[in-house]
């Protein structure tokens, strides 16, 4: 393996981007950060350090994970979505507390998991990024 291929391009992966195409989410599109941009490190740690000793001894709780998780993708990682529309097909324009309902309860999780996916994929496109740059 080369060592190039081990090289991730961080402004790519700290820098919001469009993302459509998403599966099973017909006409939505996601601004969203790469998973494992600074700012969602730094707030995983301190909320996983927040946890009660007692209760991470044997590893978190599959809630308060998803807890965790969904709070950092509200905080770090979605800044913006496109063509999310209410139930009459009127637009439903970005707001930090529409987006934190979205993550957090378990009725959006399919939400939730594009907000994962998109993230994923800006977070390879970095990846491929620098390999694309440097002709590998």
């Given at each position: 393996m080369k060592l190039s291929a081990l090289k991730t391009d961080s402004a790519k992966l700290e820098q919001g981007q469009w993302?459509?195409?998403?599966p099973d989410m017909d006409g939505l599109e996601?601004?969203?950060r790469g998973l494992g941009n600074t700012e969602y490190r730094r707030l995983m740690d301190?909320?996983?350090?927040?946890?009660?000793?007692?209760k991470k001894v044997r590893g978190l709780e599959p809630d308060t994970r998803d807890r965790i998780v969904s709070e950092c993708l509200h905080e770090a990682v979605l800044e913006d979505?496109?063509?999310?529309?209410?139930d009459e097909g009127e637009a439903v324009p970005y707001s930090a507390g529409l987006a934190l309902?979205?993550?957090t309860e378990p009725d959006f999780a399919r939400f939730r998991s594009a907000v994962l996916w998109a993230a994923s994929v800006v977070a390879d496109e970095a990846d491929l990024s620098v390999t694309d740059a440097e002709g590998n």
């Open positions: 993302v459509r195409d998403i996601l601004k969203v301190k909320k996983v350090e927040a946890v009660p000793r007692q979505w496109r063509g999310l529309t209410g309902q979205l993550l």
